[in-house]
């Protein structure tokens, strides 16, 4: 079956520190690994989005690694800001099908305290 | 370009009545997906609309239904609502077809509480 596993499920971290955040999946075929922000209340913004090919990928203080060999991908939030805290999720596509097969996993709630 | 706006944002309905919600997707996306959230569930699919037709369907029984006009606003309804429908409603809209799972935006969701 496929699935998307992240962890921890919640973190707490101080302002300024940095953070790497876990996801494994055993998804497959693989097409592309997404990683996404959601504020509480709100929907989620795209941070990146990497494919098979590419093992790392940058957006401003993000950075998201893959590893396809053992079907892990991290992100890395470095010198973290109070407006850091929400909920990240990270979604699988399976090979080349449409929206009705990503694989979501349920997420990491960070919260960053002053 | 305006986000997705999705209308209205929250909403509180009693068990056994029906529910409508809408999307009105970025300027010039066609496709439109639509999703629930709960808390420990994560999104699951409900259906994705392309050009006015429901081009995939998830899991969820016949209650749950939706539509795409001519201008590519959507709008997705769930009749006899159980309280297990309480969750936040999410729409996406995308450029293109779901032939390939391309980039998504999702607009705000509807928080739907069934008391």
Not at chain 1, 15 to 31: A, D, H, I, M, R
Not at chain 2, 85 to 93: F, W
Request: charged share 15%; glycine share 8%.
């Amino acid at each position: 079956k496929n699935q998307v596993e992240q962890s921890p499920q919640s973190l707490i971290i101080l302002e300024g520190k940095n953070c790497t955040l876990q996801c494994n999946y055993t998804v497959s075929p693989f097409s592309n690994l997404r990683w996404y922000k959601q504020d509480t209340g709100r929907g989620p913004v795209s941070l990146t989005i990497m494919t098979f090919s590419e093992n790392t990928k940058s957006n401003g203080r993000y950075t998201a690694t893959l590893d396809a060999d053992t079907k892990q991908s991290s992100l890395h939030i470095t010198a973290s800001q109070l407006s850091d805290s929400a909920s990240y999720i990270c979604v699988v596509a399976p090979g080349l099908t449409g929206f009705q097969k990503l694989v979501f996993g349920t997420g990491t709630r960070l919260l960053v305290s002053p | 370009k305006a986000g997705v706006t999705q209308t209205p944002r929250y909403l509180i309905k009693t068990r056994g009545q029906q529910v409508t919600l809408s999307c009105s997707p970025i300027s010039g996306h066609r496709s439109v997906s639509w999703y629930q959230q709960t808390p420990g569930q994560g999104l699951q699919f409900l259906f994705e609309y392309f050009s006015e037709t429901q081009r995939n369907k998830g899991n969820f029984p016949g209650r749950f239904s939706g539509r795409q006009f001519s201008n590519s606003r959507s709008e997705m309804n769930v009749s006899t609502l159980e309280l297990g429908d309480s969750a936040l409603y999410l729409c996406a809209s995308s450029p293109t077809t779901s032939g390939r799972a391309n980039e998504q935006y999702f607009g705000p969701g509807t928080r739907l509480t069934v008391t």
